[in-house]
């Protein structure tokens, strides 16, 4: 069983429905006790950082949530929104604190030119940038789907793949059990589904 964590924010649905067509079973959950039966947790997320944590936090969900990534080491992939929320800090709509499961800063999107706009919205390509699980059998660049304003500044060693938007952005980390991509796995068709069956079959 997969737990896909309800926070109240985010296309819950759409990733339930991806993991379904991979032939897996998987649950929209904000119970940490229905959660900590499973095998492996999915973050997703659209919104605001500050509405993320703080959603989080008035479910009671920070701490059982802790528990189950960096004391039971559960494999858990973030997810766009749920991407960020695994870092330290956020300045979107002022400063915030992560879950701090990665070292890391989201911050604002800076392209360096007035040609690109933000939200970086559409199908960019990612390029590799480390051995990671999640884009084994994918071809290197490939084509995935972003839409956010801000981005993850995090440490070189466990960045695993980048896209370039003015400047080359972290796309996808790895770090011990912990995973997160920017993009849109559930929105990216054939490679996105490949990167989310990596996941579910190999993590």
Not at 38 to 53: Q, R
Not at 56 to 78: H, Q, S, Y
Not at 110 to 116: E, I, K, Q
Not at 128 to 138: E, N, P, Q, T, Y
Request: charged share 20%.
């Amino acid at each position: 069983m997969i737990g896909i964590i309800d926070y109240g924010l985010g296309n819950l649905r759409s990733v339930l429905g991806a993991v379904e067509k991979l032939g897996q079973s998987g649950v929209i959950s904000a119970n940490p006790g229905e959660l900590s039966g499973c095998e492996k947790l999915i973050l997703p997320g659209v919104g605001a950082f500050g509405d993320g944590m703080g959603n989080l936090a008035a479910r009671g969900m920070i701490e059982p949530l802790n528990k189950l990534v960096r004391l039971d080491r559960k494999p858990i992939l973030g997810i766009c929104l749920g991407f960020q929320l695994l870092a330290e800090t956020s300045e979107e709509f002022g400063a915030h604190e992560g879950l701090g499961w990665i070292p890391g800063h989201v911050k604002r999107i800076r392209p360096g030119t007035d040609a690109l706009r933000v939200p970086h919205v559409g199908w960019n390509d990612f390029e590799k940038a480390g051995d990671c699980i999640l884009f084994d059998d994918i071809p290197d660049p490939a084509l995935f789907y972003f839409v956010h304003s801000y981005h993850l500044e995090t440490d070189p060693g466990i960045t695993v793949g980048t896209c370039t938007y003015g400047r080359p952005l972290c796309a996808a980390v790895q770090s011990g059990n912990v995973f997160g991509t920017q993009f849109h796995p559930e929105k990216s068709q054939q490679y996105g589904l490949k990167v989310l069956q990596n996941f579910l079959e190999r993590a």
